[in-house]
Every structure is written in C-alpha cells, then in structure tokens.
C-alpha cells in the first residue's frame, strides 16, 4: 500500500537479454522503501523484431502492474561489438518508449551517476553497488544483478529528484 504523499520509481536497467527492472518508494521524509524487483527476459532464438516485442509486452505489464509515478533509465554504453551494441540501442529505445506511452515522465542516468550516487564513488564494482542497494533498500529481494542495477537507477533518480525539490523550495518554486 503506497503511503500518502509517496512517490513510486520505476528504476530500469536496459538490456536486450534481460533487462533489469526495480520499484522504490520515496516518502516525504526522504526515506527510500524497496516495493518489488526483476527482470523482463525475452528468448535469443526467437526473431529481433519479436524480442523487442516481448520487451515492450513486459514492460507495459508492469506499468499496469505498479502504476509508477516516475521511470528512470540508465543510459548505456557502446559495446566492442557494433552488432550487439545496436541491437542493444534498440532495446534501451524501447525501454525508453514504454514509460511515455504509459503516460510517466523518464529520466536518463550515466552508469557512473549512478554508482556514484548509490556507493559515492563513480568507479564502483557491480558487486559493491549490490551490497548498497541491499543496505539502502532493506528487505530488498534481488535475483539478478540486472534488477539490483535497476533499483540503483532508481536511487539515483529520488536522490537527485529530492535535490531538485529542495532547490526549487530555496528559490521559492515549490511551497514547503
């Protein structure tokens, strides 16, 4: 049950094979609270086009699901492989297009934002950022390492949504 005055993030970490997803609460208070996790997978043997389908099918499943308030996506890198680079490119479009036909608004995150906000260091190690999502999200069942990236995504985007509100209230934007 979401509480008065709480805000719901869908955190998603792009990816054509799995791509991560994870649901905090942000309270008014500042207090994170971890809500669900997990990954949508499609099949490696089934067509491009049918992939990105499932991708989006699954996608749009849990925005029905978890009616998010705000998504929030990392941006990926380029891969070696110019091959699976675009097809991953044509995953994050989709990832990128589900929140806004279900109506939320989404923000874009660098890997490096992202540790840095959930570890405090840019250069942390996917095993670190784990363990700090646990402790910042107790309670949190993480499967996957793509749903832990996800709900760090999602960290990362309250942290900076908080300091966003508390700057527009330093300027008078935003009543208190």
Not at 129 to 135: D, L
Not at 138 to 146: N, Q, S
Not at 147 to 174: E, K, M, N, Q
Request: net charge positive.
């Amino acid at each position: 049950m979401r509480g008065a005055g709480c805000v719901r993030v869908l955190g998603l970490d792009p990816g054509l094979q799995h791509t991560g997803w994870g649901v905090i609460e942000c309270g008014r208070d500042g207090r994170l609270s971890y809500v669900a996790s997990g990954v949508v997978s499609t099949v490696t043997a089934e067509a491009l086009a049918e992939r990105l389908c499932a991708l989006h099918r699954g996608l749009a499943s849990l925005f029905c699901s978890w009616s998010p308030d705000e998504a929030a996506v990392e941006h990926t890198y380029m891969n070696k492989n110019a091959g699976a680079a675009l097809k991953l490119g044509q995953a994050r479009g989709v990832v990128l297009l589900a929140p806004v036909l279900a109506g939320v608004p989404v923000s874009e995150y660098q890997a490096m934002e992202v540790k840095r906000a959930v570890v405090g260091t840019g250069h942390a190690e996917k095993g670190q950022v784990e363990a700090m999502v646990k402790r910042l999200l107790p309670g949190a069942e993480i499967r996957r390492a793509d749903a832990a990236d996800a709900l760090a995504v999602a960290i990362c985007h309250a942290h900076h949504r908080a300091t966003r509100i508390a700057l527009a209230r330093a300027r008078g934007a935003v009543p208190a």
